[in-house]
DNA sequence: CTGAAAGCGCTTACAG
DNA sequence: CTGAAAGCGCTTACAG
């Protein structure tokens, strides 16, 4: 806008008034309804420079003299001017906000993650949008808006994502983190080994003396139950047993998941003697179904967990589970998205691996 | 923009070539150098109209005849078009943002809230941003980040918030609903009774016998705390009890928070036989250091919690407390706020209670 | 190191 | 019911 900032009659609005000192005194009236924001164009005014000199102050994209740069700050600072968003983004293109995509917000880990990019994304000033998306079809849909809104970035777990939706994020050229999941070319991966957790446990449950293990998955598509059924399978190889012939059943990451899969595996012939579960809340689904048909845990029936979240130590008997590092998860995918929004890396698929951490409590 | 689209050559950015169907064989090459989104000209000249009426068929803020608004759909959904949001904003005001601003991701409670609040925004196509926001001064600054952004909408859970700031919102006219705290004028409120829950869960208490009942509250200035204070000193009223006798600690809403309380609360001189703690994330810490020093529960110590989240059922013993139902919550906060911006209300403050439940498990 | 000018892609009076 | 034109508040070549 252009008229002249007269700070002095600026109202709680942060509006400045149009009318002019003369009028100062009906200020308080006059601006709720002729009022308009300040603009570069007050800061320049006020500043004595040009807009674009107060742009360059803003962004910091080109050297200003101290001087010049002390007068627009101070500028800034009195008259309490704020760009406009959607006008930085329409010229400059960037919209300032960060996405993650989560399969729920029912399971803690998720917030935890949301808590560790905050860490990172608050001192830069970026927004952090979050979407719970449950479903391959839903998925692709948050992943299409969030395109649409133009969003600078998003850091998905992408469970159920159609590869067609992931190849469509790279090539409008949206950076991107995958968490836990198989690396994506053209976004950078943040995971723990999966396969080597779910080893380390199967391991930790042979040593105690279990034999028939049975593993416990979500979604049978999802990366990490993929893989960590392939570490299960890797500790029975090596202690000489037959990893083909470990029951396994595929429902869902909820504890209702776990009650299901449980049930059934409880059905076989012979039935486990441990249940290796994809993540907690499966595990506690697990537990619940144990004391429903009377199994003593971990005397007839040990289950192990994964992640650690709070309620794994909470629950009786307290679970045996691999430490998944949440908050550091989140701020390793904020970080690596922020080095591809500064431009850092270019054509570079990276992996960052954290590590976990297997915690032997009383469920086995 | 205003090349013509050909969108025989638009690309899989969703870019059309500005080449012109000499080019196209070059195209894919040449657009990812040259190329520009879909325009809202672009649909225009596609669909035979002007580029107002283009508008009017997205915003629907004007009547269009059918026949018309079918070309126009038609030529959106050829094109792929999708609307740049900084430019609408800039123009139309409207960020298509709403915020969530709660003191902490790390509850499992707002999570849920936020997922109640998605239920409504996703079906409105608004994106939801969230900031956890631990401290008076980081409150007050996340909100005045979220203003300066232009969201449309807060919901805020306003844990320390300093008067002013809410004050500042209103004054800058952005729309916003309190979660659980008291009425500020020109924000709606949603909530749960929370004088009555206490004073319910109180009664419980002496109706099983325990008579030298403690608060545990999280922030002294925050409303739930001194809301359930309040419901505990009218049960102890009620009974007949001087409610001024009661001991209280004031920690923060945490696990470590109800820890400290709770030594401290059991150094006094008669040390309670039961604690009200403020939330369940306090009421676990509480169990924590009744099971640290060697005291059983309930036997020894009555514990009970607020919220009843998901590790409330986990623990043992199991927690008795008052449920609050996070989604409905988030749900109510959506719905009121949309009521706002769409206008619907004005110069009202309205209240929304949602009901609470009673949940009597083994810790009392 | 700084400024004048053009224009990003929409929405909204205004006129018909 | 529809269109032509102005302009929202910035950023960015371009020129000095």
């Known amino acids: 806008m252009s008229s002249s900032a007269c700070d002095v009659t600026r109202n709680l609005h942060g509006h400045v008034c149009v009318c002019g000192p003369i009028l100062a005194c009906w200020c308080k009236t ?4 002729r009022s308009t924001m300040v603009g570069i164009r007050d800061v320049a005014e006020a500043a004595g420079v040009s807009a674009s000199t107060v742009s360059q102050v803003v962004t910091g994209k080109r050297p200003v003299a101290a001087t010049t740069r002390a007068r627009v700050e101070d500028a800034i600072a009195r008259l309490d001017y704020r760009p406009h968003p959607g006008a930085a983004q329409l010229r400059g293109g960037r919209s300032g906000t960060i996405a993650l995509v989560v399969p729920t917000l029912e399971n803690p880990f998720y917030p935890l993650v949301a808590a560790g990019m905050q860490d990172i994304l608050v001192p830069r000033d970026l927004l952090l949008t979050i979407t719970d998306s449950s479903g391959p079809r839903r998925s692709d849909s948050a992943i299409r808006r969030l395109v649409s809104r133009r969003v600078d970035g998003i850091v998905a777990a992408p469970f159920g994502f159609s590869t067609e939706t992931l190849a469509e994020l790279r090539d409008a050229g949206v ?19 999966d396969v080597e957790g779910a080893r380390e446990v199967t391991a930790h449950l042979l040593s105690r003396g279990y034999r028939r293990i049975a593993f416990l998955g979500g979604d049978e598509s999802a990366t990490p139950t993929r893989q960590r059924l392939e570490g299960v399978r890797s500790a029975l190889a090596a202690a000489g047993g037959d990893p083909a012939a470990a029951a396994v059943a595929f429902t869902d990451f909820t504890r209702e998941g776990g009650r299901q899969g449980t049930r059934e595996l409880l059905a076989r012939d012979p039935a486990p003697d441990a249940i290796v579960a994809a993540n907690d809340l499966m595990a506690i689904g697990a537990i619940d179904v144990a004391r429903e048909q009377g199994l003593r845990v971990p005397d007839d029936l040990a289950v192990t967990g994964y992640d650690d979240i709070e309620a794994a130590s909470l629950i009786t008997p307290s679970l045996t589970t691999v ?32 590590s976990h951490r297997l915690i032997i409590r009383e469920s086995s």
Do not use: K
């Open 30 to 33: 006059f601006c709720d309804v």
């Open 175 to 193: 950076p991107f983190v995958t968490l836990g999941a198989a690396p994506v070319p053209g976004g950078d991966l943040v995971h723990t080994d």
């Open 323 to 354: 430490e998944n590092p949440a908050r550091e998860i989140g701020r390793a995918c904020a970080r690596l998205l922020l080095e591809r929004l500064d431009g850092a890396v270019e054509n570079v698929t990276r992996t960052v691996a954290l």
